[in-house]
């Protein structure tokens, strides 16, 4: 019966997108993101310089928040007690359309904007992942919209989220559980990408925790029976999920990285640190994944006769689709087609992909088909999950690298810092926008989107996964 009640609500969306056009609202959509592109591209390229990671995001939040002051928006700064979150609004009433923005980089791989290998600046890091763009692209598209609402066309409140430490910590939990999406009607996303599609896959959820050995220092020829190794427990912990990975379900993942292992070889070490991720497409499938490998870190330290202590980092949810609302959105991609690109920008995005051995195809920025929703979808994890389970959230892919280039790496960075990242950008800021212009146009879009979110969340109840503050640096 469920199936049905959501086929025939497929159905109706579909039907009801079906005969949309570039309307008056939806071109003004495009001339204010023109307007504004010289001004978007300087932003983005000025947070893809600084490349800031997660809670330390202070000179990339302070530039989206000013541009969206100076644009009329109402600012508040630290929201969700994070220093580096901020909301920005305008309008006022229902409905009320969110629109995310992400702005932190990722540690180690500074590129510059040129297709051979090459540090920005040694050691710091970079925008893999393209969160440059993301957080302008969607201010761009929130600005578009508030410049419709003070010309009398549009009713309603648009709010942009700028939303950092989506790579590690994911804030939108913390900003989740301050209620900033409490009085949303439905949130729109969108990533960085390889490909232009409405994205109606999901994605991983995890569960991120610190495992840390004590044990007791000696000298490691003199007397090591006076030792109690830590690091022998992390080698045993670390042996112990190996062995597991055999018998965890193949949708499951599990990753850790040793921070810690000991400072110098002769010395028995006394502590021992490393960090812990599990993940799976479905959150109740993650949790006795959890239990097991959480429980493993005690049967190491038994045998290490060590203690240990486990804390809870942070987790997310997987994202919730709404395939309704991913029909609103690829209309407006028909609309406006494709990407195009000059020889200059086919000839590097060959040089990306010769660079990092994949076939020299060059970009493909043709708009996508709106794809089956998988079950298992595989790849990546974001905490957008979290706001999908406490908002409809509709969600846009667009080509801003080549095709099969290696995301987060040095590749993704160089073509966040030129013209073929911009033109994404672009593209992106105005997809979110037009598609913003149909949800405050059409009370019906809106409505099925809810009841599709409603159905599918069920009677799931939203707990987060964290346990205490956010993080935030002493700094």
């Known amino acids: 019966m469920k199936k049905c009640t959501l086929l ?12 949309q056009k570039m309307t008056k609202n939806k071109k003004a959509v495009q001339v204010s993101v023109e307007k504004h592109k010289a001004e978007l591209i300087k932003i983005s390229d000025s947070i893809w310089a600084a490349a800031e990671t997660a809670f330390e995001e202070l000179k990339s939040s302070e530039i989206l928040a000013s541009y969206a002051e100076k644009n009329g928006m109402t600012v508040t700064r630290g929201v969700a007690d994070i220093p580096t979150a901020f909301t920005a609004t305008y309008g006022s009433g229902k409905p009320i359309i969110s629109i995310l923005g992400e702005f932190d980089a990722l540690p180690g ?12 600046k040694e050691g710091a890091a970079g925008h893999g992942c393209g969160h440059n763009m993301f957080g302008t692209s969607s201010l761009g598209a929130a600005i578009a919209i508030k410049e419709l609402m003070e010309a009398g066309k549009l009713t309603g409140t648009i709010k942009f ?92 993942r599990i990753h850790y ?18 960090w812990v991720r599990v993940r799976d497409p479905k959150r109740s499938k993650m949790l006795p994944t959890y239990e097991r490998v959480k429980a493993m870190a005690e049967g190491a330290a038994i045998m290490a006769d060590v203690d240990y202590k486990i804390s809870l980092v942070s987790g997310i949810y997987e994202v919730l689709v709404n395939r309704s609302g991913g029909a609103i959105m690829q209309k407006n991609l028909e609309l406006l087609g494709p990407i195009t690109y000059t020889p200059e920008e086919e000839a590097f995005g060959k040089a990306i992909q010769k660079a990092t051995k994949k076939p020299e195809v060059g970009m493909d920025a043709s708009i996508n088909p709106l794809r089956e929703t998988l079950e298992t979808p595989g790849g990546g994890s974001t905490d957008v999950g979290d706001v999908s389970w406490n908002v409809p959230n509709i969600n846009l892919s667009v080509t801003v690298a080549p095709k099969d280039t290696p995301w987060h790496s040095w590749a993704v960075v160089a073509c966040g810092g030129m013209s073929i990242g911009h033109k994404g950008m672009v593209y992106a800021s105005k997809a979110l926008g037009m ?41």
Do not use: C
Request: glycine share 6%.
């Open 161 to 252: 989220l700028g939303t950092p430490a989506e790579e590690k910590f994911f804030a939108k939990v913390w900003m989740v559980e301050a209620g900033l999406w409490n009085d949303v009607d439905v949130n729109l996303s969108w990533h960085p990408g390889p490909q232009i599609e409405a994205d109606v896959q999901s994605g991983l959820s995890l569960i991120d925790f610190i495992v840390e050995f004590e044990g007791q220092a000696a000298h490691a020829s003199a007397d090591p029976w006076n030792g109690r190794s830590a690091s022998d427990a992390l080698e045993l912990y670390t042996t112990g999920i190996n062995y597991y990975r055999e018998h965890i379900l193949p949708s499951s």
């Open 257 to 274: 990285h040793i921070q810690d292992g000991g400072q110098v070889v002769n010395v028995v070490p006394d502590y021992a640190k490393l």
């Open 435 to 475: 598609t913003a212009v149909d949800l405050f146009e059409n009370p019906k879009l809106v409505n099925e989107v809810k009841a599709e979110f409603k159905q599918r969340k069920g009677d799931e109840v939203y707990k987060p996964m964290i346990d205490g503050p956010p993080p935030i640096p002493a700094n």
């Open 109 to 120: 791989i500074s590129q510059k904007a040129q297709p051979e290998k090459e540090p920005y």
């Open 8 to 19: 025939g609500l497929l159905l109706l969306t579909f039907s009801a997108v079906s005969a």
